[in-house]
């Protein structure tokens, strides 16, 4: 290992920007669809990763959505998650707030129930060893609102374990506002907002984001660099932007890593965050995507100190956690 790696994983952070379906490894798909016997269109974990290109982020995503189909009970849940949080806490995870999206599993006769059983015992176990875990229930935005509504009312019973409510999936055409209302129950019911935009969608979605459905972080937020008012307000305001350098190359958001704007965020101010999204995917978890990115942009230790702090600062975790950097 080398000192830099060292340092890294030193660091006290937090992983924000984490869908607990995008842990779920080659290897895990194939002892899960042995076990639940679902079929896969692949021979060997090798073939899976090789499908892996992707050009786009709808690529991603055809092939993300397929993957999980085997996915089917609690012990399934439980296992993807308590890997993920065991991987992530040797790597100085401190805080995880774990995005994860019902609907792709109800939508397929999975009972949200068992899902949820899963995650919290995964949560509860990451407690047991110090390591602090929110969930954040993530609507799809390529479905509507109603089902989105319908999904909220399903989790309700969950509520006292459900940190906040997210918007994730297919963004090109499937603008934040549309999801107005629901955001507005959610936070009725006391839950903490967030949502991507600016991942492949316009500044116009990050625009509707903070000011259509009042997030409190932006997922991504890339794009926001197009538009010198919309950094004004995301520096004056201090909101969170959970970056995720490895997905955007993997996706095409970026042509390499030395184009990333991470950089250019922290110059310009922003509380810019570095995470993972689907690290299975996308080929490294939080420590690689903070080395990566360091190498390919030539951040200082102190950059990396800096991007460790905004982590736990722009967590949602008690004061007293977020203060342990
Ligand atoms: N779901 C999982 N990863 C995602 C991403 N990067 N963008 C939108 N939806 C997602
Ligand atoms: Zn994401």
Redesign the pocket.
């Known amino acids: 290992m080398t000192d830099l790696s060292e340092f890294v994983r030193e660091l006290p952070k937090a992983e924000l920007h984490v ?1 607990v ?2 842990t779920l490894e080659p290897e895990t798909m194939f002892e899960l669809a042995r076990r639940n016997r679902v079929p896969l269109p692949y021979t060997s974990p090798a073939e899976v990763r090789r499908a892996y290109r992707f050009s786009k ?1 709808q690529d ?2 055809d092939l ?1 959505y397929a993957g999980q189909q085997v996915l089917r009970t609690e012990e399934d849940f439980f296992a993807l998650a308590d890997a993920y949080l065991r991987r992530v806490q040797a790597d100085g995870v401190r805080r995880v707030e774990m ?1 994860f ?1 019902p609907q792709a599993h109800t939508g397929r006769g999975v009972p949200l129930g068992a899902v949820m059983a899963g995650l919290q015992r995964a949560v509860d176990a990451a407690a047991e060893r110090s390591l602090s875990v929110g969930l954040i229930l ?1 609507f799809l ?1 390529h479905l509507s609102e109603r089902e989105a509504f319908e999904t909220l009312e399903a989790a309700e019973p969950f509520r006292d374990r459900i940190l906040g409510v997210g918007l ?4 090109a055409g499937h603008p934040p506002a549309r999801f107005k209302r629901v955001f507005e129950a959610a936070r009725e019911l006391g839950l903490r907002l967030v949502a ?1 935009a600016g ?2 969608g316009p500044p116009e979605y990050v625009w509707q984001a903070l000011d259509v459905l009042g997030v409190e972080r932006v ?2 937020g890339n794009r926001a660099l197009e538009d010198a008012a919309l950094v004004e307000r995301l520096r004056r305001d201090r909101i969170p932007l959970t970056v ?1 350098p490895l ?1 955007n190359l993997e ?1 095409g958001v970026v042509p390499d890593l030395a184009a990333h704007p991470l950089k250019r965020m922290l110059e310009l101010g922003l509380l810019a965050t570095v995470n993972s ?2 690290p299975a ?1 996308f080929g490294g978890y939080l420590a690689e995507n903070y080395l990566r990115t360091a190498a390919a942009l030539d951040l200082s230790p102190e950059d990396l100190r800096t991007l460790a702090r905004n982590s736990l600062q722009a967590s949602f975790a008690p004061p007293a956690e977020g203060e342990t950097a």
Do not use: A, K, M, T
Request: net charge negative; hydrophobic share 20%; with cysteine.
């Open positions: 869908h379906e995008g982020l991603f995503l993300y995005f999206d993530c935005r994730d999936s297919s963004e991507h991942e492949e997922d991504h995720c997905s996706l999204d689907d995917y």
